[in-house]
C-alpha cells in the first residue's frame, strides 16, 4: 500500500513563516502534488513536484526529494486567510490515482 | 467558465436507499474521479475513470456504483451495501495523470 504522513496540525503567527513536511512510501513515484482545503470547501491546487528542488510561487514553495521520499510546503508571510488544511498527495504510478495524506491543518493567529 | 458542478449540496438517505450524486465537468477532461473524505481523514479513492466508458475501483469501491456514459458525466450511486456512508464526497476531474485534478465542492451525505 501506500503511506504519506503529514503533521496533524501547526499553529503560527500571522507574518511568519511555517513548513509543513510530508513523508511518502509508495509503490512508485511519478510526482506530488500540494492541494489547500479551506474548512467544508473543495480542495485547490497548490503545486506540483516531479523532479528535486524547490519550486517557487509567490508565497508559496514546495521542496522535493524524491531520494529521501520527502517533501515540504513552505508557507511565507502568513495571511489569517491562509488557515486551511494541507493535503499532501502522491501519484505512485502514470494511472491517473493519487495517494493523499491526511492533511495539516494550519492555524494563522492574529 | 469551465468547472466541476456537484449537485445536491447536502443529501439524506434513508436506511435501505440507494442514492445518487451528481459530477458535471465542462473542462474537457478525460479523467474524473470520486473520493470520499471523512472527518482527520485524507481523501480516499472509491472509483475512477481515464475514459468514457471505462472505470475503475479504488481504494474503498465497496458498496458504490458509477457510470461514464458521457464525457461530461460521472455520477456515483451510494448502494444500501454501504453500511457507513455519511461523509463528505468529493468529484475530480484532470486531463492526464501529471496535471493536478480540478474539484467540485462536494456533497455532503448523511443518514437520517
Known amino acids: 500500500g501506500q503511506n504519506i504522513d503529514q503533521p496533524t496540525e501547526m499553529t503560527a503567527t500571522e507574518g511568519a513563516i511555517v513548513q509543513i513536511n510530508c513523508t511518502y512510501q509508495t509503490s512508485g513515484f511519478n510526482g506530488l502534488f500540494w492541494y489547500q482545503q479551506h474548512a467544508g470547501e473543495a480542495p485547490t491546487f497548490l503545486s506540483y513536484n516531479v523532479l528535486d528542488g524547490l519550486e517557487e510561487k509567490g508565497r508559496f514553495s514546495s521542496f522535493l526529494s524524491r531520494s529521501k521520499g520527502y517533501s515540504y510546503l513552505l508557507l511565507k508571510e502568513l495571511q489569517m486567510k491562509d488557515s486551511a488544511s494541507y493535503l499532501c498527495?502522491?501519484?505512485?504510478?502514470?494511472?491517473?490515482?493519487?495517494?493523499f495524506g491526511a492533511g495539516t491543518t494550519v492555524t494563522v493567529r492574529a | 467558465d469551465g468547472g466541476i458542478t456537484q449537485s445536491p449540496k447536502y443529501l439524506f438517505r434513508k436506511e435501505g436507499q440507494n442514492v445518487t450524486l451528481s459530477c458535471e465537468q465542462n473542462?474537457?477532461?478525460?479523467?474524473m474521479y470520486w473520493y470520499r473524505q471523512d472527518p482527520g481523514q485524507g481523501l480516499r479513492l472509491i472509483y475512477y475513470s481515464q475514459i468514457v466508458n471505462d472505470f475503475q475501483k479504488g481504494d474503498i469501491a465497496e458498496g458504490y456504483s458509477v457510470s461514464r456514459e458521457k464525457k461530461e458525466s460521472f455520477p456515483l450511486t451510494v448502494t444500501s451495501a454501504q453500511k457507513n456512508p455519511t461523509a463528505f464526497y468529493l468529484c475530480?476531474?484532470?486531463?492526464?495523470?501529471?496535471?493536478?485534478?480540478?474539484f467540485g465542492d462536494g456533497t455532503r451525505l448523511s443518514i437520517l
Open positions: 498527495a502522491v501519484s505512485p504510478s502514470y494511472d491517473y490515482k493519487l495517494s
Open positions: 475530480a476531474s484532470s486531463s492526464s495523470a501529471d496535471q493536478p485534478q480540478h
Open positions: 473542462l474537457n477532461h478525460d479523467a
